[in-house]
Nanobody
């Protein structure tokens, strides 16, 4: 069993930065990849960034060059460094562990004011 818990959301002005953290626990050796997703009001949840067990990263076009996903101690902590934030980045951000099934965190709110 795997559990993930996000932290680090908040309110920031446009152009600012935030770093989200995702702490994984349990059978983390079964994780194949971890990702950050976001869901804005009235919109579908979308992938923001993904990192695989081999270290390969993928980003949504909308965040490429501004956001960076990284990890520490294999899967114990996964970060999302968000720079040059825009109002359209406002959403609830979810961490997910991919291990055949997807394990979701509870989400953390990120609000970017203009």
């Amino acid at each position: 069993q795997v559990r993930v818990v996000e932290s680090g959301g908040g309110l920031v002005q446009a152009g600012g930065s935030l770093r989200l953290s995702c702490a994984a626990s349990g059978s983390i050796f079964t994780i194949d990849a971890m990702g950050w997703y976001r869901q804005a009001p009235g919109k579908q949840r979308e992938l923001v960034a993904l990192i695989t067990s081999g270290g390969t990263t993928n980003y949504a076009d909308s965040v490429l060059g501004r956001f960076t996903i990284s990890r520490e101690n294999v899967w114990k902590t996964v970060y999302l460094q968000m720079n040059s934030l825009k109002p359209e980045d406002t959403a609830v951000y979810f961490c997910a562990a991919h291990r055949g099934i997807v394990v979701w965190g509870q989400g953390t709110q990120v609000t970017v004011s203009s």
